[in-house]
Antibody, heavy 119, light 107 residues
Framework: QGQLVESGGGVVQPGRSLRLSCAAS????????MHWVRQAPGKGLEWVAI????????YYADSVKGRFTISRDNSKNTLFLQIHGVRPEDTAVYYC????????????WGQGTMVTVSS | DIQMTQSPFSMSASVGDRVTITCRAS??????LAWYQHKPGKAPQLLIS???DLQIGVPTRFSGSGSGTDFTLTITSLQPEDSATYYC?????????FGGGTKVHIK
């Protein structure tokens, strides 16, 4: 089935940058489209970004476009999310998720890493 | 962009009850629809893909139906461990979108 483990969260001051990582195991990472999804405190799930299996295409939610960069290192089975200029509204649990090629659903999720934006 | 609208926002039901959650897409998404269960502090779990395909290991009391714009998640006999928030998600195009969630409480 596979496993995903996020890291890199923490408390960060507004305007600073942060890089989240997601280590994958148990499935063929280099063949899988990967996503980031976040959940702000007390809110629902919000899709953030996708990167295709080979890194050739990325797409972002309007709320993060221009500030977030999704990338991957297939040689290290790792997904990244670079956040520039963090804002208080970026406070959330960030999940990485693997996409199934057949249905587009997310069949493997990490446990999440918490990002708190606070001065 | 495609918007997903779920109802109800929350509900309370007894063990053994039949529970129905609806999800409406703002445009035709064929069967590109998934359902997830999310419990606090845990990773979301995929229950159903392609509108009606039950994932391996998910109890058969969960089922999904619908196509086009209107979809339904049904729990035929609610169990205590089903207390969670349920989300629909379309996978028809980018940007992907989730519904707002339905919180299911056990009476």
């Amino acid at each position: 089935q596979g496993q995903l483990v996020e890291s890199g969260g923490g408390v960060v001051q507004p305007g600073r940058s942060l890089r989240l990582s997601c280590a994958a195991s148990g499935f063929t990472f280099r063949s899988s489209g990967m996503h980031w999804v976040r959940q702000a405190p007390g809110k629902g799930l919000e899709w953030v970004a996708i990167i295709l299996y080979d890194g050739s295409y990325q797409y972002y939610a309007d709320s993060v476009k221009g500030r977030f960069t999704i990338s991957r290192d297939n040689s290290k089975n790792t997904l990244f999310l670079q956040i520039h200029g963090v804002r208080p509204e970026d406070t959330a649990v960030y999940y990485c998720a693997k996409e199934t090629s057949k249905s587009g659903a997310f069949d493997v999720w990490g446990q999440g890493t918490m990002v708190t934006v606070s001065s | 962009d495609i918007q997903m609208t779920q109802s109800p926002f929350s509900m309370s039901a007894s063990v053994g009850d039949r529970v129905t959650i609806t999800c409406r897409a703002s445009q035709d998404i064929a069967n590109w629809l998934a359902w997830y269960q999310h419990k606090p502090g845990k990773a979301p779990q995929l229950l159903i893909s392609s509108a009606s395909d039950l994932q391996i290991g998910v109890p058969t009391r969960f089922s999904g139906s619908g196509s086009g714009t209107d979809f339904t998640l049904t729990i035929t006999s609610l169990q205590p461990e089903d207390s969670a928030t349920y989300y629909c998600q379309h996978a028809n195009a980018f940007p992907v979108a989730f519904g707002g969630g339905t919180k299911v409480h056990i009476k």
